[in-house]
């Protein structure tokens, strides 16, 4: 593909041999004559120079002492991802239905939907235009799944699972799936039924084997654009707004309210009730305790979760606890030996 091609598609300037051909794309480091690559930092821009890359794209600022092949972009990563799309394009699915699915009667599907082998579709349910289930996916009665969304082998959905467009879920996910809701009665467990409902919103990700619980009532809702890791749990009744990132390993408790643009990290945990306002940030391995809230904008690490700027105080604090305990304890024995000369007689 042309350097031309590529930056007419992006919307882009280019500057150089606007006929070079690419092949592909690649890391910055690892690209040759025949890859596009980015640079996305100033320590790339300083490297840019020895790179073997046929083309580059940078940012509108970079100098280009070098005329080398470069297209120019404000968001450098951004068009690269998009980039790397016209090399890599979704493959087409073929269109209908495989003949060992197995569909409700009264079941809608779009005739530009793309229905794997083994795939089980409940009665009432629809499914929206250009959308691809893979092998093995279940849907349960009265679901509705929008247009374009991409769903991968063995996912779940249980009944009344509501889902927008362009969602994608990833392998062995489960929506739907009854709350960790328990009353005590007389010594024993009863469930508290789990009546509601889950709403995903448009253009929502979910990663491989993540699992998003029906509300008890009400509904557990995922907001538009929000991409959620591989391995994440979202407990009943939960609210998850719009275009937040939840990383691996995290798991929410029941009734906890994330609000846009919020970032939780790796392996957090997240009491009941607990609510993240937006754009907060909560760091890897972090504990957010039962109704904690997290304040709009602040970065919080550590368990229980506190302001960063006391985090990394207090990790200061504990580096220098081996030294303290060595200054003690020469003290101590200074001490010792200065009340061993005050009990001593004269002679």
């Not at 592909?24 to 790339?44: C, H, I, M, W």
């Not at 790179?51 to 120019?72: D, F, H």
């Not at 609210?239 to 939840?246: C, F, K, N």
């Not at 009491?271 to 919080?300: F, M, P, Y």
């Amino acid at each position: 593909m042309e350097v031309r091609r590529i930056a007419e598609s992006l919307g882009l300037t280019f500057e150089g041999d606007g006929e070079r051909a690419l092949e592909g794309v690649a890391e910055f480091d690892a690209a040759g004559v025949s890859d596009l690559a980015f640079v996305g930092n100033r320590k790339a821009a300083e490297q840019a120079p020895a790179s073997a890359a046929g083309c580059l794209i940078v940012p509108i600022e970079y100098p280009n002492a070098e005329q080398r092949t470069v297209i120019r972009s404000r968001h450098p990563r951004t068009d690269f991802a998009r980039a790397i799309r016209l090399f890599h394009p979704v493959p087409r699915r073929l269109e209908g239905i495989h003949p060992t699915a197995k569909v409700a009667y009264d079941a809608i599907v779009a005739e530009s939907a793309s229905i794997s082998a083994d795939v089980v579709i409940g009665s009432g349910c629809v499914v929206g235009e250009g959308t691809y289930l893979a092998p093995g996916v279940v849907v349960g009665d009265f679901v509705r799944i929008g247009s374009g969304c991409t769903i991968h082998p063995n996912v779940t959905i249980y009944d009344e699972v509501e889902i927008g467009d362009r969602v994608v879920l990833h392998a062995g996910c489960v929506l739907g799936a009854d709350g960790f809701g328990y009353v005590m009665n007389e010594g024993h467990y009863e469930q508290f039924p789990q009546v509601g409902r889950v709403v995903i919103e448009d253009d929502v990700e979910l990663g491989v084997n993540t699992t998003v619980d029906r509300a008890a009532l009400g509904v557990t809702l995922i907001g538009e654009g929000t991409k959620i890791d591989n391995l994440v749990h979202i407990g009943h009744n939960c609210r998850i707004g719009r275009h937040v990132v939840i990383v691996a390993q995290t798991g929410l408790s029941g009734g906890v309210t994330v609000e846009d643009y919020a970032v939780i990290g790796g392996q957090v945990g997240i009491g009941d009730k607990a609510r993240i306002e937006s754009r907060a940030t909560v760091g890897s391995g972090s504990g957010i305790l039962t109704s904690k809230i997290v304040r709009s904008g602040e970065v919080v690490w550590g368990t229980p979760a506190r302001p960063l700027k006391e985090y990394l105080v207090q990790l200061a604090n504990l580096a220098k606890i081996g030294k303290m305990r060595e200054q003690i304890a020469s003290l101590r024995e200074k001490v010792e030996k200065l009340e061993g000369r005050q009990q001593t007689p004269p002679s």
